[in-house]
C-alpha cells in the first residue's frame, strides 16, 4: 500500500467556485503528478513536478493549477469549476528503479462533480 | 503516433476461470511495459513491469508476457477470484530516465462473477 493520500475523496460543487485538491505522499518521493480520468478512458497527465518549487504542464491541457512548496504536498487548484471539470483526478508519486525505471504510485483520487 | 491499445474493452467470467488481457503498443523508443489494477474508485496499482529483455513475468496468479518485436503484451489471470474484478491498464514507458513519458491504455474492465 503506497503512502501516498488525497482529500477529499470525492466533492460536489457548484459553477464558479475556487477548489483546491489536496494530495501529499510520505515516500520523500521528488517527483509527482496529477492525472485526469474519464470513465472507461486513459489517464492523461494535466501537471508533474521534479522537486520542490518545480511545476510543468502535461500533456492534457487544463485550466488548473498546481504548486510544489513541499516535496510532500502538491496541491492542485481550480480558480474557477465548471462543469467540464467534472472527472477524477488522480495524484501519483514516483521514484527511480535500480535500472532507471519509475515505480508510479498512486493516491486514491478524487472524484469531482461540478454542477 | 505513440498509442496503446487494450482488449478486450470488457470481458466478463465465472470465479476460478483463466482469462487473458492483450494489449498492443505502438510507442518507440521503447523502455519497459508495466500492467496495472485498479479497483473501482481507487488508483492504480503496479502489478508487474517488463524491460525489452524480459518474455515473462509472473507475480502471484498474474503472468504478464511481452513480444517486443510484435510490440505485443498479455495479462493471463489464473483461477480467478470476485476481488480480480478490476480495470486493467497497459502503461507503456519510452524511457528509463525520470525524462521519460508513459503511454495509458484505456484499460480492460474485468468482471469476475460468482
Known amino acids: 500500500e503506497a503512502d501516498i493520500y488525497q482529500t477529499p475523496r470525492y466533492l460536489v460543487i457548484g459553477t464558479g467556485k475556487k477548489i483546491t485538491l489536496e494530495c501529499s505522499q510520505t515516500m520523500g518521493h521528488d517527483k509527482m503528478y496529477w492525472y485526469q480520468q474519464d470513465p472507461g478512458m486513459e489517464l492523461h497527465l494535466i501537471h508533474y513536478s521534479y522537486g520542490v518549487n518545480s511545476t510543468e504542464k502535461g500533456d492534457l491541457s487544463s485550466e488548473s493549477t498546481v504548486s510544489r512548496i513541499r516535496t510532500e504536498h502538491f496541491p492542485l487548484t481550480l480558480e474557477s469549476a465548471r462543469p467540464s471539470h467534472t472527472s477524477q483526478y488522480l495524484c501519483?508519486?514516483?521514484?527511480?528503479?535500480?535500472?532507471?525505471?519509475?515505480?508510479?504510485?498512486f493516491g486514491p483520487g478524487t472524484r469531482l462533480l461540478v454542477l | 503516433k505513440n498509442q496503446v491499445e487494450q482488449s478486450p474493452q470488457s470481458l466478463i467470467i465465472l470465479e476460478g476461470k483463466n482469462c487473458t488481457l492483450q494489449c498492443n503498443y505502438t510507442v518507440s523508443p521503447f523502455s519497459n511495459l508495466r500492467w496495472y489494477k485498479q479497483d473501482t474508485g481507487r488508483g492504480p496499482v503496479s502489478l508487474t513491469i517488463?524491460?525489452?529483455?524480459?518474455n515473462t513475468k509472473s507475480n502471484r496468479r498474474y503472468t504478464a508476457t511481452l513480444d517486443a518485436d510484435t510490440k505485443q503484451s498479455s495479462l493471463h489471470i489464473t483461477a480467478s477470484q470476485l476481488s480480480d474484478s478490476a480495470s486493467y491498464i497497459c502503461v507503456v514507458s519510452d524511457r528509463g530516465s525520470t525524462l521519460g513519458r508513459l503511454y495509458f491504455g484505456r484499460g480492460t474492465q474485468l468482471t469476475v462473477w460468482p
Open positions: 501519483a508519486s514516483s521514484e527511480p528503479g535500480t535500472s532507471g525505471e519509475e515505480t508510479q504510485y
Open positions: 517488463m524491460t525489452f529483455s524480459e
